[in-house]
């Protein structure tokens, strides 16, 4: 058996972040962090969860833009990028000189008029546009209110330039069968906990997982009537998950 | 008979937009300007119309931010306002306290990541979210370079709150309508000319006109093998569609 579980570090409740690794560890059962977020390198998020008192590796952690750059350097793509500052270090390794595609992730204060604007030249100048981008979520919480999140922008640019962004993060099957490959573990060996319905729960039930849906962070009441995805199970919280995977093992 | 003409007089060429309107005036057809012009308001466009020659007055215009107007005053609708600080004017009697839709225009620099963030609050915030676009092109040209179009804003904000957005401006059947009953002309009575396969095309003979396109402007030879759009007859310019219709009256 194993684990797959998405904190969104940022918003954790500390007591439950802390609670959570231990436990699974303990068990023997092996446990892989799938997260959308691409406002900071995997080794920055991971400092942030460890300082939280998570006993987490950069490893365990599955992220959009290693996922991203596997598959430039599969491709031989070249990429513009319109990210967050803080990200364009994942790409250090990866050619960006005269780009024939365009990656865009939760770029924040960069999804300015002047950025989106030549992130639509470089894709509408291409004999065939590329558009990759790292998820597709609508918007997000953060403390001074809801922000447009990477997913809206996408759409933005699929319209203009007339193409499909190839999606790289949740809900995109491959992304999770790179969290599973990773572990070496195969989806019907494997439980996903999270707090979306549509990333987290569809996501991994899409790939052949199980998927438990928390009551916490994202989700709310009507996620229980989605016309599409049916969790397999529901649990009040991260440590209610956990005592219920060990319970049934 | 009448005519509809959508010259985009930022690049129309001089002498085409001086020799158009006498020939057509003096042939006792009636002529209406369509445009989707919205980084200025009416008076501002056609005072620019006049400059290149034209004879031309407001009322000769059918453009989006009037027809929204009519609509938001139908409709007891007070708008949030995503436009061009220069069509701020058109909504000067329209009530914009305590918003319950967002009208979004193509609203250039003021497209920030800011005000992007703002209209989305506002429109998510709506117990029945209401966009009015004024427009839904895809984008524009300018002397530096392509620029994103309000239709790629429009996507994102239909992405983020999964609504749809009300049309008004080309290609809307109700576009249309209102500049032929601005002529008090049946449609079958009508012909439009115009550079955009999809917009001036499309959207007149979708609401019953016979539409001509003019072989300049926007114009691709790859227009003529459009899946959806026929025009009834194509001309090199405009000079040659008013020498067409007043040949065949």
């Known amino acids: 058996h194993s684990v797959t579980s998405r904190p969104r570090a940022w918003s954790l409740q500390k007591c439950k972040a802390v609670l ?10 092996k446990l892989q962090f799938c997260t959308n977020e691409t406002q ?29 750059c596997r598959l430039l350097k599969e491709r031989g793509l070249r990429p513009h990028l319109l990210v967050h500052d803080d990200l364009v270090p994942e790409f250090a390794d990866i050619d960006k000189t005269n780009p024939n595609c365009v990656v865009i992730g939760d770029a924040a204060e960069n999804f300015s008029y002047a950025n989106l604007n030549e992130a639509f030249r470089v894709l509408i100048g291409l004999e065939k546009p ?6 597709k979520g609508r918007y997000y919480k953060e403390t001074d209110g809801l922000k447009l999140d990477v997913g809206a922008y996408m759409k933005a640019l699929e319209y ?9 993060g949740k809900p995109a099957k491959a992304f999770f069968e790179s969290a599973l490959a990773e572990m070496g573990v195969p989806p019907e060996q494997a439980i ?4 979306d319905i549509v990333s987290d729960v569809g996501g991994a039930q899409q790939c052949g997982m199980r998927a438990v849906q928390v009551r916490t962070g994202k989700y709310r009441p009507s996620d229980e ?3 599409q995805v049916k969790p397999d199970a529901y649990v009040n919280n991260l440590a209610e998950a956990v005592d219920t995977i060990l319970s049934q093992m």
């Open 40 to 68: 900071a390198t995997r080794e920055k998020f991971v400092k942030k969860l460890q300082g939280l008192g998570f006993d987490i590796s950069v490893a365990e952690v599955t992220a959009p833009a290693p996922a991203a």
């Open 225 to 227: 009537n989605h016309p």
């Open 130 to 135: 590329v558009l990759i981008s790292l998820g």
């Open 192 to 195: 996903m906990i999270g707090d």
């Open 20 to 29: 959570l690794p231990p436990a699974i560890k303990a068990s023997g059962l």
């Open 160 to 168: 203009a330039c007339d193409v499909e962004a190839e999606v790289v």
